[in-house]
């Protein structure tokens, strides 16, 4: 056998292996068949739904949405902007208007499309002699049109801040203590973002709009990533 | 070179990234100026984030690009924080002939800074 046969068995294998049972690869368009049947343009990111503990997640969270949805070819509200009309209204946490009717947004921003955006984790985890940061998110993309949904993500990102427990117990567990302290959740959301965002399909302002519909995508997707 | 040149492509294929093309909107340090500022707000964060702003739009018309959505607009809003109405007016409506999909939002921000 020859040597590439064998790394191209040994890749398949390990392929194979590495698929849970009911891991599927599906198009963009089979996995997300309405952005491509709505198509919509106009992204209002209204404040996120903070279920974590963290009273500034929402607030600082806000800072890293607007570039990667507008990269992937949206037009985003501006967030800056749209945050400070919410919350002239009273309203600080998404979970307020998440009652509303989508239409209503459409006739107040001339939006297409609502990104709810749920925090469900913007935690510090401390064990024994280790610890780590984690960030959770869930996506919701609503149509204002229908109010149905056309995208949905969920994405969990996990940095682990664990001293190195070669250099003993107690140099281990401040080693912990101070990269845990030091570890922004920022970049962590940041890469939460990024991964569910990749799977979006494109829109209007992005040079392959339209042209993505059969790249394919892992359904259920790799919700959960950590970075040791 | 021919085995390393399949190696590639079946990674290629299996690890699903699709070829994002040449870079097609500017955004500098944007996200990072906008987070100094929310984390420690103030007069030197806030000048910080203003400058970036107008240096993505330097940057955007130097490389050709379109100016990435709400930064005009967001420029507008903090030149309307500093009283000055002219140029919160001027960035409104660049934001609106940049994108047709502003044009609601920005016609009612225009008519509250009059």
Redesign the interface.
């Known amino acids: 056998m020859s040597k590439l046969k064998q790394i191209i068995a040994l890749f398949a294998i390990s392929t194979l292996l590495g698929c849970a049972p009911n891991v599927q690869y599906l198009t963009k368009r089979q996995a997300y068949p309405n952005m491509y049947e709505e198509k919509p343009v106009a992204v209002l990111v209204v404040p996120a739904i903070n279920q974590s503990t963290a009273a500034d997640a929402p607030d600082l969270y806000a800072s890293t949405i607007a570039e990667p949805l507008a990269v992937a070819g949206y037009y985003v509200f501006p967030i800056e902007v749209t945050t400070r009309i919410f919350r002239n209204e009273g309203i600080h946490d998404g979970a307020q208007i998440s009652k509303v009717k989508p239409e209503k947004f459409r006739e107040m921003f001339g939006a297409d499309a609502v990104m709810f955006v749920n925090i469900e984790e913007w935690d510090t985890n401390y064990y024994v002699i280790g610890g780590n940061v984690t960030v959770a998110l869930k996506f919701n993309l609503v149509s204002t049109h229908t109010g149905a949904t056309l995208w949905q993500e969920y994405r969990r990102q996990v940095i682990n801040t664990s001293g190195n427990s070669n250099s003993g117990i107690l140099a281990a567990m401040i080693e912990t203590a101070i990269k845990t302290a030091m570890q922004d959740y920022v970049p962590v959301a940041r890469i939460a973002n990024n991964t569910a965002i990749a799977v979006l399909p494109f829109g209007k302002y992005h040079p392959l709009t339209g042209q993505d519909s059969e790249y394919k995508t892992r359904v259920p997707a790799d919700t959960t990533t950590s970075q040791y | 070179m021919k ?1 390393m040149i ?2 590639f492509f ?2 290629f294929v ?1 690890s ?1 990234c ?1 070829a994002t ?2 870079q ?2 500017y ?1 500098g340090k ?2 990072n100026t ?2 100094e ?3 420690s707000p103030g007069e030197k964060a806030t000048r910080a984030h203003m400058e970036e702003l107008r240096e993505i739009i330097d940057k955007s018309k130097e490389k050709n690009l ?1 100016v ?4 005009y ?2 420029l507008g ?1 903090f030149y309307q924080m500093r009283n000055e109405s002219g140029k919160a007016v001027e960035y409104y409506r660049l ?1 609106a002939e940049t ?1 047709p ?5 920005m016609s009612r ?1 225009i008519s509250q800074s009059k």
């Open positions: 085995p399949v190696i079946i990674a299996i699903g699709a093309g040449p097609h909107m955004w944007y996200s906008l987070y500022l929310k984390k379109r990435p959505p709400g930064v607009a967001e809003q934001e994108y999909e502003a044009q609601q939002l921000l």
